[in-house]
């Protein structure tokens, strides 16, 4: 049987202090990872004003999210792969190089083609950045409290950036332009790229390499018909038949890369790494994730807005109480690991996210209940964030230097799948339960499903990721 986390051998401790270099370079990853995760939600609040100054029909507008979502998902394994066989730091400065490039093209654009153009190379950008931004942090920081302190690190910035990026958006659109949303990806991205070859240092393997071609189309056209389907049946229903082939579409490829992947020389993903209980249920726990924490964010932006009557900036300044409660949590989360284990984070994330988003079923029709909702955010953040660190540290340890570009690229397309996952579930259920009654009917049965999800996520960590 295939030894789980806490079955493995154990390993040396590292000292807990970190070198100047390393900080350097912590700082330079965490500054790359936190800009893309801002990408994920800056535009959300935008997307009106940037569809009456580009002439974007109503039907169409989706398409400014949706083009990235594609890419981003749909590519990310695959380029998690270029990235272990041709050089992480290489793909990751690559990769940036695009984001700078397109950024700059999403905020000169003056149609909508190519404004759709340019989000499709941000996608891009990120399913090469992220993967291999990630194996460069795992790589700079051996297995123990080091590598759990700068993933901690990472994935507090990360969701801090995602619910900022609100924020942030609304702020930029609100006193500049909504131009300003991809032009302030622009210095960071350049800061990054000169400081980043004299910090990090080159990996790549000794011997010669191949790319397994059949397992790249399978999987990448797999993850894209994946994120379509899901995309189209968030939009027009769940019984839309463009929905219903996508999902088939992507579910008949994705069976199709496993037998690839059982008979291929050099295949893209080895099965004996999909067979690790840490790689499986590490990812399903994080799919859960990140599914559950960012669709309560979708439904409390209905419950905010369409129950409480706040404006769009009102409702994304309620959310930084979300991601200081994602920073806490990621500060937390190497000390509960060191103490619990990555198992016994993510059981202890789980039940704490889970018991925050069952007291948002109290929530009422008046602003009396904000009080409620911002304690309860905060303490979800929290809990989810020691959830995803704890499926961080899972996914990724136990496995070769050689591999983490792998294991991150996993990672991240599972990060990204369930952001894009959560919402047009959540979304099916609180319109299905709000017809004939309330939106804060439908958004109080959501919730309920939510938590148990969360719930199963937490059975799951403590059944299949338990002590041999």
Do not use: C
């Not at 190379?121 to 051996?142: E, I, N, S, W, Y």
């Not at 082939?245 to 004996?272: D, H, I, N």
């Not at 619990?340 to 079923?361: D, E, I, K, P, W």
Request: hydrophobic residues 55%; proline residues 4%.
């Amino acid at each position: 049987m295939t030894a789980t986390l806490s079955e493995a051998p154990a390993l040396p401790r590292t000292p807990a202090g970190m070198t100047g270099r390393q900080r350097l370079v912590l700082v330079v990853l965490l500054a790359a990872q936190f800009m893309l995760a801002v990408d994920f939600s800056i535009l959300n609040v935008a997307l009106p004003v940037i569809g009456q100054s580009l002439g974007f029909g109503l039907g169409s507008l989706q398409w400014i999210a949706t083009a990235f979502a594609l890419s981003a998902a749909g590519f990310t394994l695959l380029f998690g792969r270029v990235a272990d066989l041709f050089g992480r730091r290489r793909v990751f400065l690559i990769g940036l190089a695009v984001l700078g490039v397109s950024s700059l093209v999403g905020g000169l654009a003056t149609t909508p083609e190519l404004l759709l153009a340019a989000r499709v190379a941000q996608g891009l950008a990120t399913a090469a950045v992220t993967p291999a931004g990630l194996a460069l942090l795992t790589t700079a920081f051996p297995e123990g409290p080091l590598r759990e302190r700068a993933l901690g690190l990472n994935g507090a910035l990360m969701s801090a950036g995602f619910t900022s990026g609100a924020v942030l958006g609304g702020l930029l659109t609100d006193l500049l332009s909504w131009r300003w949303a991809f032009f302030v990806n622009v210095p960071v991205a350049l800061a990054v790229l000169l400081v980043a070859p004299r910090l990090i240092a080159e990996s790549r393997p000794a011997g010669k390499v191949r790319m397994d071609f059949p397992g790249a189309v399978t999987v990448t056209g797999g993850l894209l018909a994946l994120v379509h389907g899901l995309t189209a049946a968030g939009e027009h229903g769940w019984g839309d038949p463009l929905a219903l082939g996508s999902l088939g579409l992507g579910a008949a490829l994705l069976v199709a890369f496993w037998f690839v992947e059982r008979t291929a020389a050099s295949p893209l993903v080895p099965v004996r790494v999909l067979r690790r209980r840490t790689v499986v249920w590490g990812n399903a726990a994080g799919l859960l994730a990140f599914a559950t924490e960012t669709s309560l964010v979708f439904l409390l932006t209905l419950y905010l807005q369409r129950v409480l009557g706040f404006s769009a900036l009102a409702t994304g300044l309620a959310f930084g109480v979300l991601g200081a409660g994602t920073v806490l949590g990621g500060v937390v989360a190497p000390r509960l690991i060191g103490r619990l284990g990555s198992r016994g984070a993510l059981l202890a994330g789980f039940l704490v996210q889970a018991a925050a988003t069952a007291a948002l079923l109290l929530l009422g029709a008046d602003r009396a209940w904000l009080g409620l909702l911002l304690a309860a955010t905060f303490v979800g953040g929290v809990g989810n964030m020691l959830a995803i660190v704890g499926f961080m540290v899972t996914a990724t340890s136990g496995l070769p230097d050689e591999e983490q570009g792998l294991a991150t690229g996993v990672a991240t397309m599972t990060q990204q799948v369930g952001i894009t996952l959560g919402t047009p579930v959540m979304s099916a259920v609180a319109t299905a339960t709000a017809a004939g009654t309330t939106v804060l009917t439908g958004v109080t049965w959501a919730i309920a499903v939510n938590t148990a999800l969360v719930l199963l996520a937490a059975l799951a960590s403590a059944l299949f990721l338990r002590r041999g």
